[in-house]
Nanobody, 121 residues
Framework: QIQLVESGGGLVQPGGSLRLSCAAS????????MGWYRQAPGKLRELVAT???????DYADSVKGRFTVSGDNAKNTVTLQMNGLKPEDTAVYYC???????????????WGEGTLVTVSS
């Protein structure tokens, strides 16, 4: 069983900061990448930021320069530092891990339950 546990969501004023964390646990053989996606009401889930196990990162254009993703391979964790938050960043943020559970299985996507980030004055 794979578990992704997120923490750090909440209410913040425009221009403020939040830090999201996610830890993956369970029967994990290797992790190829971890990251964050978000889904706002009435919209599709979209990529926010990802980081591979060798440190390559990818960001949505809308968050470049404001958000920073980092990972700890030894702890199977990923963190998203969000600065300069805007009302349009309001969404449920989901942790994602692309991992394999054994040498005999391929990489699959696993998801956390989501944490709500609300940016409002």
């Amino acid at each position: 069983q794979i578990q992704l546990v997120e923490s750090g969501g909440g209410l913040v004023q425009p221009g403020g900061s939040l830090r999201l964390s996610c830890a993956a646990s369970g029967s994990i053989f290797s992790i190829g990448a971890m990251g964050w996606y978000r889904q706002a009401p009435g919209k599709l889930r979209e990529l926010v930021a990802t980081i591979t196990n060798n440190g390559n990162t990818d960001y949505a254009d809308s968050v470049k320069g404001r958000f920073t993703v980092s990972g700890d391979n030894a702890k199977n964790t990923v963190t998203l530092q969000m600065n300069g938050l805007k009302p349009e960043d309001t969404a449920v943020y989901y942790c994602n891990a692309n991992l394999r559970r054994s040498m005999r299985t391929g990489y699959m996507n696993y998801w956390g339950e989501g944490t709500l980030v609300t940016v409002s004055s």
